[in-house]
């Protein structure tokens, strides 16, 4: 137990659906990442929430939007997906810019299958 | 540019012997981090090792850093078939902020009993 929880666990959706994923921390850290992580690759860091605002978008196509309405709620709105989307999305948190402490705790992924 | 090459891809070992795993990356850091992932679950930090450090040890695992190299290796001693995991090293660049990581492929140890 990381302190980091993500539900759901495991979705399936189709291409014209729309679904949520949601990211809490309970570790009092200010900053929040969503990372994509498919078979065979890195991860691919792809949002970086520090105190609410977003710092980093790393070119991920716009049927993924993210949304962070407090320092401990990170959300993830899919729609129109395609299925080489298909794979493990973890959220992470960690202290955050300034603490000089940047390990990150990461929940336990959401297995996404687009049909 | 891709951080954190690690090799090798996969390592098999007997319960008992030590497995080093090492990384190699391509710009300055300010540390670098091990985490280990059990399959299809998420990641958990094991280690961190600041630019300015050599070695670092925690229980059954010594990292090491050579930055003229631009290499880490990971070493776990005497190991446990609970052991068998992913092993992803994380770089936290110099030209970073807020603490962005750039992970390597990772390296898959399966620990034989």
């Known amino acids: 137990e990381t302190g980091v929880t993500q539900t759901p666990r495991h979705l399936v959706m189709g291409m014209t659906n729309k679904k949520s994923l949601k990211c809490e921390q309970h570790?009092?850290?200010?900053?929040m990442y969503w990372y994509k992580q498919s078979a065979k690759k890195p991860l691919e860091l792809m949002f970086v929430?520090?105190?609410?605002?977003?710092?980093e978008n790393n070119s991920v196509p716009s049927r993924f939007s993210p949304e962070c309405p407090n320092s401990s709620h990170l959300f993830l709105h899919l729609h129109t997906l395609q299925p080489e989307d298909s794979a493990l999305y973890l959220c992470a948190s960690s202290q955050g810019p300034g603490t000089g402490t940047y390990e990150q705790y990461f929940g336990p992924g959401t297995r996404l299958t687009v049909t | 540019s891709q951080q954190g090459e690690e090799d090798p891809q996969a390592l098999s070992i007997q319960e008992g012997e030590n497995a080093t795993m090492n990384c190699s990356y391509k710009t300055s850091i300010n540390n670098l981090q091990w985490y280990r992932q059990n399959s299809g679950r998420g990641l958990v930090h094991l280690i961190l090792i600041r630019s300015n450090e050599r070695e670092k040890h925690s229980g059954r695992l010594r990292v090491t850093l050579d930055t003229s190299k631009k290499s880490s290796s990971l070493l776990i001693t005497a190991s446990r078939a609970a052991d068998t995991a992913s092993y992803f090293c994380?770089?936290?660049?110099?030209?970073?902020?807020?603490?962005?990581?750039?992970f390597g492929q990772g390296t898959e140890l399966s620990v034989k009993p």
């Open positions: 570790l009092g850290h200010n900053a």
């Open positions: 994380a770089t936290d660049g110099l030209s970073n902020q807020g603490g962005k990581l750039i």
């Open positions: 929430y520090n105190f609410k605002e977003q710092t």
